[in-house]
Structures are given as structure tokens and as C-alpha cells.
């Protein structure tokens, strides 16, 4: 995520990590990828970490950095298993 990628301390929040997963490839090539060609899935442990990455992670303000203006808006879908109410 950094640009200077020997920095592997980005995915870390008080010395651990906020990331579960972190997935990035090609999108497949049909119309269900609504002309993206690249896609990134981050899985996080809690809203908080979530949070974090969204509002506080100098990686993901790189990386935000870096799309503006390439983008028509915040591609984003977000999915939760959490239940209504919890």
C-alpha cells in the first residue's frame, strides 16, 4: 500500500494488526465489473478497525490519494455478517 513498500509496519494500529485479510487482483472481464479492472477486498476483525483503516491509516490515504480523480465516485461495497440491531 505505501509507496515505499519496505515499510511493513503500514498495516499495523498500536503494534498489531487491523487487517484480517487483504486481498488485490484483476476483475473479471464481463459486465458484472461495471468497467473496474482491478479490485481490493479488506476483512476486518471489527467496526473499529474498520473505522481506523477508513478515517486514520496514512496507507489508505495513499491510496485515496491516488485515485482521485480517476474515479467517478468511492467504488465501495461494504458487507457485514453483523446482524441488524447488535
Known sequence: MPT?????????KDGKPFLERYLAGPTVGDARNQGFNFCIQ????SREDLTYY??????????KALMQGRLSG???TVFTDEFVGE
Not at 4 to 12: E, K, P
Not at 42 to 45: L, V
Open 4 to 12: 515505499d513498500a519496505s515499510n511493513a509496519d503500514w498495516y499495523l
Open 42 to 45: 479488506s476483512t476486518f476483525a
Open 54 to 63: 477508513d478515517e486514520s491509516c496514512e496507507a489508505h490515504d495513499e491510496l
Open 74 to 76: 468511492p467504488p465501495l
